[in-house]
């Protein structure tokens, strides 16, 4: 099979790298891809939001699967336009793409059907918004109702820090015009728990717990994530099992009740709070870095996984017991302002896998070309090992512009 996947980072690399691993996969592209990716896929200068030109691509070239890894190109509509002429495609729909680019969409259909979440409240006014944050305690959770790469989230401690906030996402429309859903500040650890989704039908894949703060402990502001690790020793197969049935099952069946059925990767940003399990967020798509440490221990053929959520098939899936870990090498400055164009050296060293986020490949020398470069993951029988690994390959690889946390794994020896 000829298979296209759309997007360019660590996500996608892996995402290829589990679909090369498939006998049935004789040709895959990527649009745009990446340097890394480009070792294992044909990678195409294409934008991941230029549907259009994606799917003459998808036409000409006989293109029989295309996997979309990206929000912004699920949120363009892309799997509608693939559907009209008749491509398989794994992915939602824009309409159930909505329980990721509005998170007042989100919460209203949770609470709608009853799915365990904290109390909030949507505001498009900034007085209004304001006054509400004043009424309540803090710290207080701040929203931004559209997609925002993963940024468009602030926990606020100080008030000075919410009108800042508030003044960012509604006055100065720092991500676009939009509104802001504030919610109560939720206390416990969280994980990612992603499904394979066709409709009804749902597969769960290995819970994964994300590192979204730039510094060691938790410190610093927000990123896109600096790294995960699979399995998680807080989360019971009772926790599993609640969450399977009262938040990933219910919220598939009310997108199937309320005519927008949702197919591809249905992602569950959970809370193991003293009041039990809720949910954080909903994406629509992988997480990152997430699949970065869920995909290496897939066991089944990625392409029929794949192939069988784009026909609304019931996804299995069995999965290795190993554990993974992941670091994120990170250019300095991120996610702020940060230099691109750093050579990066050593890879040839490292043991484990790499997943590239943002290189770029000139004058023949690998070079710094994102925010986030590129993911180390390690795998091993227990996830200390995989940890120490992971953390020996890091120092293998050599650039003078990456940071990284040392700390990555850390809470599941607490």
Known sequence: MKILVVGSGGRCHAIVEAIARSPKASKIYAAPGNAGIAQLAECVAIKDT?????????????????????????????????????????????????????????KRLMVK??????????????????????????????????????????????????????????????????????EEFLTGEEFSLMCFVAGNKICPMPVAQDHKRAYDNDEGPNTGGMGAYTELPFITAEDHDYAMRNIMQRVADAMVEEGTPFTGVLYGGLMKTPQGIKVIEFNARFGDPETEVVL??????????????????????????????????????????????????????????????????????????????????????TLREAQQKAEADVKRIECDNLFHRTDIGAKAFK
């Open 50 to 106: 230029d549907v259009e030109a994606l799917v003459e691509f998808a036409k000409n070239n006989g293109v029989e699967l295309t996997v979309v890894g990206p929000e912004a190109a699920l949120a363009v509509g892309i799997v509608d336009r693939f559907r009209e002429e008749g491509l398989a495609i794994f992915g939602p729909t824009k309409a159930a793409t909505e329980i990721e680019s509005s998170k007042d969409f989100a």
């Open 113 to 182: 059907y009853d799915v365990p979440t904290a109390a909030y409240a949507t505001f498009s006014n900034y007085d209004e918004a304001l006054a509400y944050v004043r009424r309540g305690s803090l710290p207080t959770v701040l929203k931004y109702d559209g997609l925002a790469a993963g940024k468009g989230v602030v926990i606020a401690t100080t008030m000075e820090e919410a009108e800042a906030t508030l003044r960012d996402m509604l006055l100065d429309t720092r991500f676009g015009e939009g509104r802001v859903v504030i």
């Open 296 to 381: 290496p221990r897939l066991k089944s053929d990625a392409v029929d996984l794949f192939m069988d959520v784009a026909c609304g098939r019931e996804p299995k899936a069995e999965w290795s017991d190993r554990a993974t870990l992941g670091i994120v090498l990170a250019s300095k400055g991120y996610p702020g302002s940060y230099d691109k164009g750093a050579v990066i050296r050593g890879t040839e060293n490292v043991e484990s896998k790499i997943y590239h986020m943002g290189t770029a490949l000139k004058d023949g020398e690998l070079v710094t070309a994102g925010g986030r470069v590129m993911i180390v993951v390690a795998e091993a029988t």
